[in-house]
């Protein structure tokens, strides 16, 4: 039967048994050490008048930098973006659907009012969300079953 | 050169860096070894002593003596130990055991343990400990250092180190008679 394992009859040792660090380590330590510790000094002239501040100037300068920020990027941000996004969300409906869509219902767009969009102002609805040339239109007015009688 | 000179030669700029050089040389192999004892492999170790003895110099002027400055470096080493352990947790969303395994792998890897089956053994059934108990074992088992003076490095009371202490020999123990 073995002998239970006791830690105070073990032989200790004054390291766990690792490996030792690279040749030279110790050596190279202390200038690796220095040369990090002195790097952020000769960087520092760019910024050490801030240092130099009072902390309440410090405080207040940071303020009125984020302030600044803030009201930069609300003056430069552009202006009606929903506008812009409804377009091209209208732009990518295919025109067949779009023209389907207007004509379903008299309550919505009549023949008569597409028959007057070729010659109607460029800012024309109609105009903007098609994108149709007016021969594209008159044809396909054309082709839509004439309701004239009920002028007559 | 005594503690106290390399801090008067501190305080003044013309000796500044002569004064943190001599600390450097004096403690680095104390607090190399510490670390490493804590993260096991050599990468983390010398990452780990580097940023000590850099907190060391940005705050050695405001360095009150209220202990000793090895106490305070120790301090420091333990600190940063704590931290990357937890850190890296925290950043592998692992639980305590794969860590575990991490440095298990390390400890496998180490050329000095092998063919010594009870040490390797020894050494990772220190590693199932927790971080901070493991802490407490490695100051009193391996660096021998009084009970108050790892009060001062651990910011613990005695009383609670030494029932700590207690308690990993007993955890190591039980685990060093299975199987």
């Excluded at chain 1, 207040?60 to 930069?72: D, M, N």
């Excluded at chain 2, 004064?19 to 780990?48: E, G, P, T």
């Excluded at chain 2, 089956?117 to 400990?129: D, G, S, V, W, Y």
Aim: charged share 25%; net charge negative.
């Amino acid at each position: 039967m073995n002998t239970p394992f006791r830690l105070d009859e073990h032989r200790r040792r004054p390291q766990p048994p690792l490996a030792p660090p690279p040749d030279r380590y110790f050596e190279q330590l202390p200038m690796r050490v220095m040369q990090r510790v002195q790097a952020p000094e000769t960087a520092a002239p760019a910024w050490g008048w801030l240092a130099a501040l009072a902390a309440p100037l410090r405080t207040a300068l940071a303020s009125a930098l984020v302030l600044s920020g803030f009201a930069a990027s609300f003056l430069l941000s552009p202006a009606g973006p929903a506008a812009s996004g409804t377009s091209d969300a209208l732009a990518q409906v295919p025109r067949q659907e779009l023209m389907q869509y207007l004509l379903a219902s008299d309550q919505r767009i009549s023949l008569t009012d597409l028959a007057e969009l070729p010659g109607t102002a460029q800012s024309t609805p109609a105009e903007t969300y098609l994108h149709a040339s007016p021969d594209e239109l008159q044809d396909l007015l054309d082709l839509q079953p004439s309701d004239e009688e009920t002028y007559l | 050169m005594e503690d106290q000179e390399i801090l008067a030669k501190f305080r003044d700029p013309a000796s500044r860096n002569v004064a943190f050089n001599q600390l450097v040389r004096k403690y680095q192999s104390k607090v190399y070894w510490h670390v490493r004892k804590m993260v096991l492999n050599h990468d983390d170790a010398d990452d780990i002593t580097q940023d000590v003895f850099i907190k060391v110099w940005n705050h050695l002027e405001n360095f009150r003596q209220d202990a000793s400055l090895y106490t305070w470096i120790y301090r420091i080493a333990t600190n940063e130990c704590l931290s990357l352990l937890k850190s890296k947790r925290r950043k592998f969303l692992l639980p305590l055991t794969d860590i575990t395994a991490e440095l298990t792998t390390n400890l496998e890897a180490d050329e000095s343990l092998a063919g010594d089956e009870i040490e390797l053994k020894l050494q990772k059934a220190i590693l199932t400990l927790p971080d901070k108990q493991r802490l407490v074992f490695n100051l009193r088992y391996y660096d021998e250092m009084p009970y108050e003076q790892m009060a001062e490095v651990t910011g613990t009371s005695v009383g609670a180190l030494k029932a700590s202490y207690h308690h990993a020999a007993k955890k190591i123990e039980a685990q060093m008679n299975t199987d």
